[in-house]
């Protein structure tokens, strides 16, 4: 564990402009998996539940439409590097749409995960806390 508290994977971090410079579809795929990984983080510390409630919990925060709303929060604060990933995300093409889902609030949703799968792969550890820190779970 590096002193962040987060588990670092990766043999090595990229720099921000290496980070910013992967295709989105890359930091989307990784971002989709550091977001659910912080909301079964923050859900297991919050809950005392049966882990079956605490899995719908989860179900529920990291579909589509909740990703898309926890965007709409942290929009206002994100840094101009962070608008950029995000709209790569936004624009980038994609093959399939959840049936439960529109394409404009898929596509919102693949913009936050490659924010997320950014400031994962550049390192950027406390960026990651403080936004997830608006979580409304």
Same mark, same amino acid.
């Given at each position: 564990?590096?002193? &962040?508290?987060? $588990? /670092?994977?990766?043999?090595?971090?990229? &720099?921000?402009?290496?980070?910013?410079?992967?295709?989105?579809?890359?930091?989307?795929?990784?971002?989709?998996? !550091?977001?659910?990984?912080?909301?079964?983080?923050?859900?297991? &510390?919050?809950?005392?539940?049966? $882990?079956?409630?605490?899995?719908?919990?989860? !179900?529920?925060?990291?579909?589509?439409?909740?990703?898309?709303?926890?965007?709409?929060?942290?929009?206002?604060?994100?840094?101009?590097?962070?608008?950029?990933?995000?709209?790569?995300?936004?624009?980038?093409? $994609?093959?399939? !749409?959840p049936k439960k889902s529109?394409?404009? $609030?898929?596509?919102?949703?693949?913009?936050?995960?490659?924010?997320?799968?950014?400031?994962?792969?550049?390192?950027?550890?406390?960026?990651?806390?403080?936004?997830?820190?608006? /979580?409304?779970?």
């Open positions: 564990m590096n002193k &962040s508290g987060a $588990i /670092m994977f990766l043999d090595s971090v990229y &720099s921000e402009k290496e980070a910013f410079l992967l295709s989105s579809d890359k930091l989307a795929f990784v971002g989709d998996a !550091v977001f659910e990984l912080l909301v079964r983080e923050t859900l297991s &510390s919050k809950y005392d539940a049966d $882990i079956g409630e605490v899995n719908k919990r989860k !179900v529920d925060a990291v579909c589509c439409e909740a990703q898309a709303e926890f965007f709409r929060t942290i929009e206002p604060i994100l840094n101009d590097r962070e608008t950029s990933v995000y709209k790569r995300g936004r624009n980038a093409h $994609i093959g399939n !749409v529109s394409p404009q $609030i898929y596509h919102i949703a693949t913009g936050l995960e490659a924010v997320f799968g950014y400031l994962y792969i550049s390192g950027q550890f406390g960026r990651i806390k403080e936004l997830s820190g608006y /979580m409304n779970l």
